[in-house]
């Protein structure tokens, strides 16, 4: 069966510090995959996805990159974190092709810059 | 970017209530789904729908995929206490892995105090 780990699930980061946030999904592969960012009690903003190693679209200009060494592997990444950075990061993965309707998402991260 | 209007944005229920709530859109989607987000979690897939008119359930949940392909309701009924959550309805433009999902701002259900 097919999961995905996320990691990690809280972190108090300072300002002007790196981020590195860590998706995987096991079970599959060449999935679509997507990070989210969702304010507090509030709706889903995409931020990046991808089809394929190296391959990376990104939604909304912003503080924050993402790439995708591995085929089942995608990070999100900052060099210098702002306070509005702060949020709830989910990563989700789609199954391509025939039958892959639905996002599968992890559990999240809940990040606060201070 | 494409919207999707999902109302109410939050709602109080009291246990045993049913609950309704929709999303509607300016254009034709060929498939609906509603998720659900627990506190501090991912959202969970609730219902899929892929056919105009299909009617699906999932325990005390039902949805539908509106027939003219740009709506869809989920309702729950005997509303229970762990009901409590963010719905999101999400709606594809294509069949298959094609396209990104289009998710809706959500509903907030809450306990009525």
């Known amino acids: 069966s097919q999961t995905i780990h996320q990691w990690p699930a809280t972190l108090v980061q300072p300002v002007g510090s790196p981020l590195s946030l860590e998706c995987t999904v096991e079970g599959t592969s060449n999935p679509n995959l997507y990070w989210y960012r969702q304010a507090a009690g509030r709706g889903l903003q995409l931020l990046f996805y991808s089809v394929g190693i190296g391959q990376i679209s990104s939604e909304v200009p912003q503080n924050l990159s993402a790439s995708r060494p591995q085929d089942r592997q995608f990070i999100l990444s900052s060099k210098k974190l702002l306070l509005s950075d702060s949020g709830f990061y989910l990563c989700?993965?789609?199954?391509?092709?025939?039958?892959?309707?639905?996002?599968?998402f992890g559990s999240g991260t809940r990040l606060t810059v201070v | 970017g494409q919207q999707l209007n999902q109302s109410p944005q939050s709602m109080f229920i009291q246990e045993g209530e049913d609950v309704s709530m929709n999303c509607t859109s300016s254009?034709?989607?060929?498939?609906w789904l509603w998720y659900k987000q627990d506190p501090g979690e991912g959202p969970v897939l609730l219902i899929a729908?892929?056919?105009?008119?299909e009617l699906t359930s999932n325990g005390r949940l039902t949805a539908q995929f509106g027939i003219t392909r740009k709506d869809s309701f989920l309702n729950i009924s005997a509303s229970i206490p762990s009901d409590v959550g963010i719905y999101f309805c999400?709606?594809?433009?294509?069949?298959?892995?094609?396209?990104?999902?289009?998710f809706g701002k959500g509903t907030k259900l809450s306990v009525k105090p």
């Open positions: 729908l892929y056919k105009a008119g």
């Open positions: 999400a709606g594809s433009h294509y069949g298959g892995s094609q396209g990104n999902l289009i």
């Open positions: 989700a993965w789609r199954k391509t092709g025939t039958g892959g309707y639905g996002y599968t």
């Open positions: 254009s034709i989607f060929n498939t």
